[in-house]
């Protein structure tokens, strides 16, 4: 089945989705690989439409639920190790001054990613895969920082297989109504922001405990 064609004959799919489908319908799983590892390496190509049309694409039989969680989670991973080792080869004033380059990409999103990895560490790693922007750029400081490479694949792949699951299987539900994911896509990522805070939170209140019985032990 012609996915594109067949979605054209009701109503007319353009721009980057239609670009998205077209390209999945032609290689199938590959196609929805490489679009998804562009964002990490483009970050203007938002995750949050593509994955949604690669369900949709599972659904219409393009492919199947599995083999589109399987090939998305790939291209998510093998983006973002792109871009580690390109933060590991620049350096920070290289790699901040190839920011300011890029179009819709400011010095200051690297700024707020490097700062955000600075704090949170490992943490930053397996929940920006779930936060816009961050996701595409949180690899350079781990890079950048020599992160250890095993650390930063295993935290990698199962924050992106997390994000990939939820959108992916979203848009194989709704099918023709892939759509809608993105209007619930911002709450999705507040609810993550919500974990790294109550994360962060429960770590600073159990060293906070750890010192204090410390104290009460000498």
């Known amino acids: 089945m012609n996915l594109y ?3 054209t004959q009701t109503e007319p799919m353009g721009g980057l989705a239609g670009w998205a489908v077209g390209l999945m319908d032609s290689l199938g799983g590959l196609g929805a690989a490489v679009i998804v590892g562009l964002d990490n390496l483009f970050p203007p190509i938002p995750s949050e439409l593509v994955l949604p049309l690669a369900g949709f694409s599972a659904s219409q039989g393009t492919f199947s639920l599995m083999s589109a969680l ?3 989670t790939l291209g998510s991973v093998a983006g973002a190790v792109i ?3 390109l933060g590991l080869w620049l ?3 290289r790699t901040r001054a190839l920011m300011a380059k890029i179009p819709l990409v400011k010095t200051s999103d690297f700024d707020r990613t490097e700062a955000w990895f600075t704090k949170y560490g490992t943490k930053a790693v397996f929940f920006g895969r779930m936060v816009p922007l961050f996701r595409s750029l949180i690899s350079l400081p781990a890079g950048i920082e020599r992160m250890p490479f095993w650390k930063f694949l295993s935290l990698t792949t199962l924050g992106s297989l997390i994000w990939n699951s ?3 299987g979203a848009g194989y539900l709704l099918g ?3 759509h809608i994911v993105g209007d619930y896509a ?3 990522q507040y609810v993550v922001l919500g974990l790294v805070a109550v994360a962060v939170i429960a770590f600073v209140v159990t ?3 750890s010192k204090t019985n410390s104290g009460t032990g000498r």
């Open 91 to 93: 350096g920070r004033e």
């Open 70 to 72: 399987a090939w998305t």
């Open 186 to 188: 911002s709450l999705f």
């Open 83 to 85: 871009v580690y080792f």
């Open 166 to 168: 939820v959108f992916v």
């Open 207 to 209: 060293r906070l405990r």
């Open 5 to 7: 064609l067949a979605q």
């Open 176 to 178: 023709d109504n892939w």
